[in-house]
């Protein structure tokens, strides 16, 4: 690939590129109309740093820890990048721990999501701040095959209305049988407040 077509991409065909020897040591910037998204490859083969700064309010959120590139396209989906973004793309050294600053970190308040986990024929529903890295813990000790259906910020419905709502197909803790019903309401609401 030459410089001048490293330069730009479409988000959806830059990311894939993202994996393999040659595509290490990426940094890609993406700028919008009210945002600045910044993607940095880790050192860790595989995984890549995502964190963004808003015009607006002169904030800067991201991750702690590299996200993997099979959940980079969900990552950008939900922190909503739009599609068409065009990316700046340059090669640089891989970075070994997150850009943001140790204090950052410590002041950091990041909103709470509403995952929904399928895993065979049931569904975890559960709160966490960072679901994709969730999603990789929970699929360390699992027997089955996890997808993240999606998720959604608390403030538009809480976890435990969730679990009020469904109780009577719960199967145990935050696991809750997959019913057409509950499929449904939960691609709603995904589809709703995504």
Known sequence: MSESERKYH???N???LMQGEEYDGLKATGITEGKVFFLQSSDQNGYTYFWWFEKETDCLSGFDKPVSNA???TVL????????TKWNVIHCDPLSKSPLP???HQKAIFENQIYFIKGYDKVKIGRASFPITRL???RTGS??????LGFVPERFKSESSW???FHHIRSHGEWFYLTEELEARIHEHISEYS
């Not at 027997?143 to 993240?148: I, R």
């Open 10 to 12: 479409e988000v959806a």
């Open 14 to 16: 830059i990311f894939p």
């Open 71 to 73: 959940y980079l396209t």
């Open 77 to 84: 989906s939900h922190a909503c990048v739009p599609d068409g």
């Open 102 to 104: 140790e204090e950052f």
């Open 136 to 138: 990789d813990a929970l």
């Open 143 to 148: 027997p089955v095959p996890l997808t993240l």
């Open 163 to 165: 679990h009020i709502e």
